[in-house]
T-cell receptor, first 110, second 111 residues
């Protein structure tokens, strides 16, 4: 069964600290995406990837880096976390007409 | 860049009455549309996927797509209080391109 998993599911970080959010998909999809969702808003695209080794900037990439070391894994990296990055983060994989989302990671930066 | 707008921002209906949600998009070449339901900032539950003009029904949920009018809607038949959630419209040009989301409609179903 197609699946996208995220880890951790919840994270509390300190301002200035480094945070890595991980995403794994077993769908063999080429495209993967990282979104954030804030209260009262839809999902906004941070970074995406067309395959292993590729990363592209989305609409709100500032303060975030991405890494796609393999087909299955796509990470979102906050080198210097700030309170404004407190949000819920969703990962997704897409291939053909399929779109699958992970369960989300709730990040709080204090 | 694709713009996706949903209306209304919030909607309250009584249990059993039809609920209708709207979504407009700006790129007429879009051909991949989904409606998601999200309970209290939890995960996304796909309700209906539609890829061509017309109607697509999945249980009590029906999507209508009219690409000439840049419009896709969701109709919920006999809504229940458990349907109270945020409904998100997602649009992409093709299945492998970026997915653009609207800001959502908050639906409240009163018993």
């Amino acid at each position: 069964e197609a699946a996208v998993t995220q880890s951790p599911r919840n994270k509390v970080a300190v301002t200035g600290g480094k945070v890595t959010l991980s995403c794994n998909q077993t769908n063999n999809h080429n495209n993967m995406y990282w979104y954030r969702q804030d209260t009262g808003h839809g999902l906004r695209l941070i970074h995406y990837s067309y395959g292993a080794g590729s990363t592209e900037k989305g609409d709100i990439p500032d303060g975030y880096k991405a890494s796609r070391p393999s087909q299955e894994n796509f990470s979102l990296i906050l080198e210097l976390a700030t309170p404004s990055q407190t949000s819920v983060y969703f990962c997704a994989s897409c291939g053909g007409y399929e779109q699958y989302f992970g369960p989300g990671t709730r990040l709080t930066v204090l | 860049q694709q713009k996706v707008q949903q209306s209304p921002e919030s909607l309250t209906v009584s249990e059993g009455a039809m609920a209708s949600l709207n979504c407009t998009f700006s790129d007429g070449t879009s051909n991949n549309f989904r409606w998601y339901r999200q309970h209290s900032a939890k995960g996304l539950e796909v309700l209906v996927s539609i890829f061509s003009d017309g109607e697509k029904e999945e249980g009590r949920f029906t999507a209508h797509l009219n690409r000439a009018n840049l419009h896709v809607s969701l109709h919920i038949r006999e809504p229940q209080p458990s349907d109270s959630a945020v409904y998100l419209c997602a649009v992409s040009v093709n299945s492998n391109n970026r997915i653009f989301f609207g800001d959502g409609t908050q639906l409240v179903v009163k018993p």
